[in-house]
Structure formats: structure tokens, C-alpha cells
């Protein structure tokens, strides 16, 4: 059974940064895709980043050029590195594992509980 948990979260002002973890438990780390996605206040929760088995990454226009996503495979954590933060990043940010129904290893689509950042003007 996996469990993702993150951490990191915060009150920062803007232009500062953060780094959120996100911590796997379970077998096959390496076979998910790993992402970040958030959710501000009244509204949807939506994509940040996310790295793939293969390693390829993909963000958010919105993070673009201000926000790093890393895994290390040995400590089962992906990472997110936010650079000038907004006040409009605020949100709380959640962990993703995914599998589709594909893998040898079957579905799946974990959710951490969530860390909250918040971003000050």
C-alpha cells in the first residue's frame, strides 16, 4: 500500500522560496509518475509539476522557470523547489503517485493530506 506524505510547507514572503518533500512508502517508486499539484482557496485543484518513470518533466506554465521538480529514487522523496513566490502560489499543495492501468504493477493514484504554503505580499 503506498503512502505519500508531504512537508515543507509554510508562510514565506514574496520572493522568497520554499522546498516541499513528499516521502513514498511502498514498493516500486521508480514506476510512478510523480507530480505536484495545488489547490488555492474556492478553487479547483490543478497541476504544478511532474516527473515521469523515464524522468521527463513537465510544468505548469505557471511554474515555468520559478519551480524545480526533482526525485531521489534512493530516498523514495520527490521534491519541489519554489523559487519568487507569489502571493497567488498560495495554496495547499499535494503529492501525487500515479500508475496507469498499463503497468505491471497495476493503477494507482495516491494523494498525500497536503502541506500548506502561503505566500505573503
Known amino acids: 500500500q503506498v503512502q505519500l506524505v508531504e512537508s515543507g510547507g509554510g508562510l514565506v514572503q514574496a520572493g522568497g522560496s520554499l522546498r516541499l518533500s513528499c516521502v513514498f512508502s511502498g514498493t516500486s517508486f521508480s514506476v510512478n509518475a510523480l507530480g505536484w499539484y495545488r489547490q488555492a482557496p474556492g478553487k479547483q485543484r490543478e497541476f504544478v509539476a511532474s516527473v515521469s518513470p523515464k524522468g521527463n518533466i513537465d510544468y505548469a506554465d505557471s511554474a515555468k522557470g520559478r519551480f524545480t521538480i526533482a526525485r531521489d529514487t534512493a530516498k523514495k522523496t520527490v521534491y519541489l523547489e519554489m523559487n519568487s513566490l507569489k502571493p497567488e502560489d498560495t495554496a495547499v499543495y499535494y503529492c501525487?503517485?500515479?500508475?496507469?492501468?498499463?503497468?505491471?504493477?497495476?493503477?494507482?493514484?495516491?494523494w498525500g493530506q497536503g502541506t500548506l504554503v502561503t505566500v505573503s505580499s
Open positions: 501525487n503517485a500515479h500508475r496507469d492501468r498499463t503497468s505491471l504493477f497495476g493503477a494507482l493514484d495516491a
